[in-house]
């Protein structure tokens, strides 16, 4: 029932941007503080920038800072990571999550969350 669905990977040019969406159901997703975390090839899984619940407070890896925005809908049950100035080594797995708090600061996974996707993959390439 509670289901997390990540969309809108895909192939980009370096330079290029992207949108990914994350779509929330089965809970109350206003409710929770959510995250978006990737894996890079090779790479232990990183967190990325998360929002909390009412989507006043953002924060962002300092490898992200000023390229990327995370927002929310929560009218929509949806999460988005808007994505600029993409680099190569932007390419991995990008999944979201949700923590049951309207505002937390743990980057342990998966101890630290209660609901994520099965991700959505990003390549940026020539």
């Known amino acids: 029932e509670v289901q997390l669905v990540e969309s809108g990977g895909g192939l980009v040019q370096p330079g290029g941007s992207l949108k990914l969406s994350c779509a929330a159901s089965?809970?109350?997703?206003?409710?929770?503080?959510m995250t978006w975390v990737r894996q890079r090839p090779g790479k232990r899984l990183e967190w990325v920038s998360r929002?909390?619940?009412?989507?006043?407070?953002?924060y962002y890896a300092d490898s992200v800072k000023g390229r990327f925005t995370i927002s929310r809908d929560n009218a929509k049950n949806t999460l988005y990571l808007q994505m600029n100035s993409l680099k190569p080594e932007d390419t991995g797995m990008y999944y979201c999550a949700a923590r049951k708090s309207p505002w937390f600061s743990g980057s342990r996974w998966p101890e630290d969350f209660d609901y994520w996707g099965q991700g959505t993959h990003v390549t940026v390439s020539s």
């Open positions: 929002i909390n619940s009412i989507g006043n407070m953002r």
């Open positions: 089965g809970f109350t997703f206003r409710d929770n503080t």
